[in-house]
DNA sequence: TGCCGCAGGTCAATCGATTAAACAATGTTA
DNA sequence: TAACATTGTTTAATCGATTGACCTGCGGCA
């Protein structure tokens, strides 16, 4: 920048402001150092003007996990919408490491960002967000909301996918075509969204008078999926069999299709099932997966907008899921 | 820091000094200055800190298409080896559009930027990479990489697949299993990956005096495997029929797997598949994916290296691909 | 003629950290 | 005892951009 300044022979603030089109500036002026910063390949430092201003364009984005690809379509969203704004990405992977976490946030403090879209890792409590948010009492150093899971009773902006609707829709959707020997498949305890689709489901279940569903636990993973579809199938005893599975994810989803074909037969002929997240593949696969639609874009946008602006309230903000049919669930004459 | 130093008795200088253990520094000054930090809730300026240094812990990582998850992949082992060596990921994801790209380049120049990883968008030329390279005769203002794709003629660190191998690979497999009518799907001419794999399994078919493969180009997508496979199946030409698709992607093979399956037989009877990348899922769809595996991390971990310290000479580095024998590809008498 | 306002700049302080050089207070050596 | 190291700390400049306060020259107005 002094270079400018020498070169079109003014000095350094004015080139300063006359880059920024301040209007103090002359428009000769502003072309001749405009045309001097090409000419002098001149590459503007914003971490310097970041100091100065104290504020950043930089938000950090975290993501739990990385290998689940739902979250890499809310990174895209998020990434999208961010850059819209005019605001970069600082990404961190957790690995579902709440340590790895807390590091990335302190990272990015130090780094100056200027807000924060958080996947939780599962398991994450109020003093695990310290690096961005010191003083219980005050509000986050920097504008920080919460994407996709939500953690309770924190004063912070959450915007999550109506889970509990979710679950009660998948139920719904399987007691509609007549199932009533209902299996919850994945999921755990440790994050809102597995909680609250969970109960969703089976409030449904519960409403419509049938048994309880069995509940099998596990981690978010094809391969678990996969192996509770053969285990299920190999069962013995055809009168506690159920017919139909929920799955915490489409994630999981699709690794009982594939288990179902493994097996010999068909997901709407031995046992249906229905996803939730709808991420992209799910109606690509054979056969396409019946799944509940999270509104990933709305939720990745509106997340980030809220790490760019505090939203007026802190709120919790749910998104209505949507019920996709497609091939996995088959009707069972009851 | 000022306050730090002002609540010690110290100077700035001092502060500064004893926060990063400093030889000069006496040991009861340091844990004084450490103890005051952590009490008055300190958080480090790495921006600052970079300004004076003239050198920054960040790092560019710009994914040509996030929508293809073999990215994704690629990304988790970056950022993995980024953190081990104590940088930060500046992402941007370029949409395949080398505007987006370049304006990426643009803004993490001027973020400051210590390094970049590219996965080149199609169609990239040194041009596009002016905002990191600005001078053809000069090296590239920061150490720079380019992995999976590569650029040719261009005098930069590039880390690849070696992707005539694999090529060559896959259709040696299906050449194994008696294949003679084979069909290339997917790709084009304007990645590096998508020409030398093609060129690799072309070379290896007329090298066993089998006739030219037929070659069907199309998007990285799913969808485009599996239109394409029913396409094939559709056809009425029994002579002229493919017994044997190469994917260029594992993406392409889902596809076309899920399009086997959704025309009533099987890929193993009808038209065998084989894919590339050997991408996560590929094992645990139904059936199992047979495919030439790329190895992304050692890819990914090599790149980001050589984003962090300039190879001693700018080199391009193939690393050797592996085949995968699974489920897709059947025997043909013959 | 004299004062005012305004357009267009310049000056200098500032953001938060780093660092070479200067300095003060010790202990060492001749 | 005087000169000299040594150790630990301070001083002040610096990175690159921003910004509020100050300056200059010109035209307008009474």
Redesign the pocket.
């Given at each position: 920048?002094?270079d400018?300044?020498e070169d079109v022979?003014?000095?350094?603030?004015?080139?300063?402001?006359?880059?920024?089109a301040?209007?103090?500036?002359?428009?000769?002026?502003?072309t001749k150092v405009t045309e001097a910063a090409v000419r002098l390949g001149?590459?503007?430092?914003?971490?310097?003007?970041?100091?100065?201003?104290?504020q950043s364009s930089l938000i950090a984005v975290c993501l739990s996990d990385a290998s689940n690809p739902v979250f890499n379509e809310f990174l895209i969203h998020v990434e999208a919408e961010l850059r819209g704004q005019g605001r970069q990405v600082f990404l961190g992977i957790a690995r579902d490491d709440l340590t790895l976490q807390s590091q990335f946030l302190q990272t990015a403090m130090?780094q100056g960002v200027g807000g924060v879209v958080l996947i939780p890792v599962r398991g994450t409590t109020r003093a695990h967000l310290r690096p961005v948010w010191p003083d219980e009492r005050a509000e986050p150093l920097v504008p920080t909301a919460l994407i996709s899971r939500g953690l309770e009773g924190l004063n912070v902006p959450q915007v999550l996918n109506d889970d509990r609707r979710a679950g009660a829709m998948a139920a719904e959707c399987l007691i509609a075509h007549g199932h009533r020997r209902i299996i919850w498949v994945g999921g755990g305890q440790d994050t809102s969204t597995a909680r609250d689709r969970q109960a969703g489901a089976a409030q449904a279940i519960a409403q419509a008078g049938l048994p309880a569903m069995e509940v099998l636990h596990g981690p978010t993973l094809r391969r678990f999926g996969l192996d509770a579809a053969q285990d299920i199938l190999k069962r013995s005893d055809p009168a506690g069999q159920p017919t139909a599975a929920i799955c915490f994810s489409d994630l999981i989803a699709f690794g009982m299709v594939a288990g179902i074909l493994r097996s010999g037969t068909t997901p709407a002929e031995s046992l249906s099932v229905i996803g939730c997240d709808d991420m992209e593949e799910a109606e690509l696969i054979h056969p396409p997966l019946t799944t509940i639609a999270v509104d990933k874009e709305g939720i990745g946008r509106l997340g980030a907008q809220h790490a760019v602006i505090r939203p007026g309230a802190p709120v919790v903000t749910r998104l209505p899921p949507r019920l996709i049919l497609r091939a996995t669930v088959g009707q069972v004459a009851g």
């Open positions: 920048m002094r400018i300044a022979g003014v000095t350094v603030a004015t080139a300063s402001m006359a880059l920024r301040h209007p103090r500036i002359s428009p000769q002026t502003r001149y590459i503007y430092n914003r971490a310097a003007a970041n100091l100065r201003q104290t130090e």
